[in-house]
């Protein structure tokens, strides 16, 4: 059975300050993809990542893939309040979901 | 808005009660997926249909049951329910042809409460 880890589950921090989470495996995946969900709402999509070692950005959020196209990070920089949320990866088949990380940005 | 309409968006129950939740997708798109998220389950898939027919099944109960109609909106029943049921249920559809690097689109949920 195919399972995504995803760590840290919590996460808070000041503005400002860099942070890194991660999507972990030990199944190939052909992609992954990156969804933020805010509270009340579905998830939205982020990005998705097919290439292993691909590195895609989005203003402030760097998301890689990695080379054996097993784990994936997102890195955020100078994290802002209005990136709280619920970061979760998903596998190529969309059945797989990480349990994700829910990140608090202090003020 | 994803385009994606779920109903209700909160019910309140009781146990062994039956409750059927209402998606419709977004206009063309023939994919539509059911989730469960608790708390500390995260999301987890119940089924997938793709025009009508189901393409694949996870870790749904037997109490639970799904399909999809001909216009495309789906509806999950849920019957027998028991207190663990409560959960968030969420509905996703994805545009067609965009095959695995699509796009899923989720609704804003149905919150289930069985008390």
């Known amino acids: 059975t195919q399972l995504l880890e995803q760590s840290p589950q919590f996460l808070s921090i000041q503005e400002g300050e860099n942070l890194t989470v991660y999507c972990n495996s030990s199944s190939v995946f052909s992609s992954l993809q990156w969804y933020r969900q805010e509270p009340g709402e579905g998830p939205v999509l982020l990005v998705t990542v097919v290439t292993g070692g691909e590195v895609k950005k989005l203003k402030r959020l760097t998301f890689q893939f990695g080379d054996a196209r097993k784990d994936s990070s997102l890195h955020i920089t100078a994290a802002q309040p209005g990136d709280t949320g619920l970061y979760l990866c998903a596998g190529d088949d969309k059945i797989i979901f990480g349990k994700g990380t829910r990140l608090h940005i202090l003020p | 808005d994803s385009g994606v309409t779920q109903t209700p968006k909160h019910l309140i129950t009781a146990t062994g009660q039956r409750v059927t939740l209402r998606c419709s997708p977004r206009?063309?798109?023939?994919?539509v997926y059911w989730y469960q998220q608790s708390l500390d389950q995260g999301l987890q898939f119940l089924i997938h249909y793709y025009n009508g027919e189901e393409r694949a099944k996870g870790n749904i109960l037997e109490r639970f049951s799904a399909q999809q109609f001909p216009d495309l909106h789906s509806e999950l029943n849920l019957s027998s329910l028991e207190l663990g049921d409560s959960a968030l249920y969420f509905c996703a559809s994805r545009p067609a042809g965009t095959g695995n690097t699509g796009e899923l689109f989720f609704g804003e949920g149905s919150r289930l409460t069985v008390l």
């Open positions: 206009s063309g798109d023939l994919s």
